[in-house]
């Protein structure tokens, strides 16, 4: 068949696979775009409008130190322009490790003998939670490995669990999975236990390097994951999260796989991805990949930006697998949440277990094991506004990055005031002195911005409500 860059070789239906590795290598194979369509794309996308897949593969290809710069500059100004400086904090919970799956990558393989396994009790989950809450967390993931065990069924009945517990102003307001992909009817069993996003990563979207990663247990099948989320959508499930796991194959190909799965997602469903993961692969117990593909730091930014660019109005989740140096510098180019505080092994967050007990516990090692404390502190010193807000999910405003983007005002009338309600519960609540003085500032500096705008009387009120105890005040 001809290559034809305006047009995809599959065409999109519902819940039917959608990627041509020799469509996204071909469009990898066009000539290094010049200066000025560089700043062409740039300039779409600062004009609010997703980037195809050939304007996508331009920004890939433009390699000189000067273009680089370019596609940085347009994806920080485009975050500032777009998402201002919010950054929306939330931690993982880890809730069993059992797997039948062997992924090479991953410490749960069902062939790694080392692994303790461990599924939480229902009284552990409330532990876990009640240590998380006590840290000033609202914002949870709930982690899982794949097995029977872990069935819909399942999973809803831990969401309801976490959601139920309540220790003193401490709630957790949002719960995102990421789990094996379900059948539609689990998706929807799901759903009703009130999730917020269900991610899957497709880890890569090149269907023979999946064979290699994948031989065994039912993620060997690459179509079936791929599809897992046209479910989601068929159930109900309307934010769902993508991810591609970084070091598996070559990274200018998975970000092209990123950018095809969000185009089929808007073409049948009619809305994108509510966030995009890009994980680089971390070192795990019985760790087993060749390091060809692995993608240093300063591609790593490089794979940020032209993400922020490409697909402007969808969320960018960065975690705590990438160091402290690392989180901050990449985070003026895109990234919309970070998870503060993560402990990856199981059962940890109540119980503080020794190095040994350690190792053999966690799916991979960590490489910013901060208290949230520590991350938000962080965050003040650099101009951020830490965000605990669940305000869109709660309201039924789902596609809410879209409406971020989308909608004149919306930013100033929801989410900074949103933000701001809910760094001023966490002062109130769980900071320490030195970090309440540096918060109440950055508050009134973000208070500035919405000067002469209507809500901003009302926020005040909210505000004061909050100091004399009152919570969960949102817009
Ligand atoms: N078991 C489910 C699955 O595989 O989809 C969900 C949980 S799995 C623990 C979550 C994600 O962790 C995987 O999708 C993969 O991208 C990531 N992961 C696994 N091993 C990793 C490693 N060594 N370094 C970084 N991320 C890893
Ligand atoms: Fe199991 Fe998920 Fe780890 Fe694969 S990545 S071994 S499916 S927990």
Redesign the pocket.
Known sequence: MKFNPEKCAIADERMKPFIDADELWGHLQQPKPDAARVRQIIAKSLNKERLTLAETAALILADEPELIEEIKNGARELKKKVYGNRIVLFAPLYIGNH?I?N?K????KASNKFAVRRTLTDEEIIKETEALEDNGQKRLIL????HPKYSPEYIAHTVRLVYGVKKGNGEIRRVNI???PLEIEGFRTVKEAGIGTFQ??Q?TYHPEAYKLYHPSGP?KNFEYRLTSLDRAQEAGVDDVGI?A?FGLYDWRFEVMGLVRHTNHLEAVYNVGPHTISF??????SE?DIDPKYEVNDDDFVRIIAILRLAVPYTGMILTA?ETQRVRTEVMQFGVSQIDGGTKLEIGSYSDSLNEEQNLNRE??KINDPRSLGDVVDELLDHGYLPSFCTACYRKGRTGEHFMEFSVPGFIKRFCTPNAILTLAEYLEDYAKPEVVTKGWKVIEENKKELSGFDRLEELNQRIERIKKGERDLYF
């Open positions: 797997c799956n992924c990558y991953c410490g749960f982690v899982y490995g794949e990421n789990a094996a899957v990563f880890e993620k991810g796991l994980p680089r692969i971390k070192d795990a760790f697998r799916q991979f």
